[in-house]
């Protein structure tokens, strides 16, 4: 069974690093094809792609948030971290991790952990 | 970057009745590579639909995709009480976009 679990603080102050961890089971990211990415959601809004990773650490940017992102991960103990600088209050959502597998074609976003809500707020 | 526009904003049925909800690309989709994704108040999005058409595992079949090109549909063709929720169509073609979502809600 595949399952993917968000952590990270649930309060940031304005201009803070938010780092967030998304420990995963069920599949091996050094799989030829595993890839982990992350999305947000601002409260009663709309998702929106903000990093993946690949098996072979190549890693992928939203253009418009790439120069605060920075994405890695840590196979040995099944974990992707995202940190995104300087933080403000419009950064408020919900951020989930979720899998997909680029077997030659492209892959959706198959499997989803249940989010995190981080508020950025002095 | 891709664009996708959702239509309508809010649909309002019964159950028993048939949804269909429209996405519509700013440019034309390689391959298809077209997903739709289901969200309930609180939870994640749940992965329907990808391929424009092909149904995730364990999605009843009463889920369908079509389209090419710029236009999708996903249709529901008997609402159940469980599937009032927001649909998100997305493309993992070039990047990844997703549509504004569509609010299916009970009339």
């Known amino acids: 069974q595949v399952t993917l679990r968000e952590s990270g603080p649930a309060l940031v102050k304005p201009t803070q690093t938010l780092t967030l961890t998304c420990t995963f089971s069920g599949f091996a990211l050094s799989t030829s094809g595993m890839c982990v990415s992350w999305i947000r959601q601002p409260p009663g809004k709309a998702l929106e792609w903000l990093a993946r990773?690949?098996?072979?650490?190549?890693?992928h940017y939203s253009t418009s948030l790439k120069t605060r992102l920075t994405i890695s991960k840590d196979t040995s103990i099944n974990q992707v971290v995202l940190t995104m600088s300087n933080m403000d209050p419009v950064d408020t959502a919900t951020y989930y991790c979720?899998?997909?597998?680029?077997?030659?074609?492209?892959?959706?976003?198959?499997?989803w952990g249940q989010g995190t809500v981080v508020t950025v707020s002095s | 970057e891709i664009v996708l526009t959702q239509s309508p904003g809010t649909l309002s049925l019964s159950p028993g009745e048939r949804a269909t909800l429209s996405c519509r690309a700013s440019q034309s989709l390689s391959s298809t590579y077209l997903a739709w994704y289901q969200q309930k108040p609180g939870q994640a999005p749940r992965l329907l639909i990808y391929?424009?058409?092909s149904r995730a595992t364990g999605i009843p079949d009463r889920f369908s995709g079509s389209g090419s090109g710029t236009d999708f549909t996903l249709t529901i063709s008997r609402l159940e009480p469980e599937d009032f929720a927001v649909y998100y169509c997305q493309q993992y073609g070039n990047s990844f976009t997703f549509g504004p979502g569509t609010k299916v809600d009970i009339k």
């Open positions: 979720a899998r997909l597998y680029y077997g030659g074609d492209p892959g959706p976003f198959d499997i």
């Open positions: 990773i690949d098996w072979d650490d190549d890693k």
């Open positions: 391929g424009a058409s």
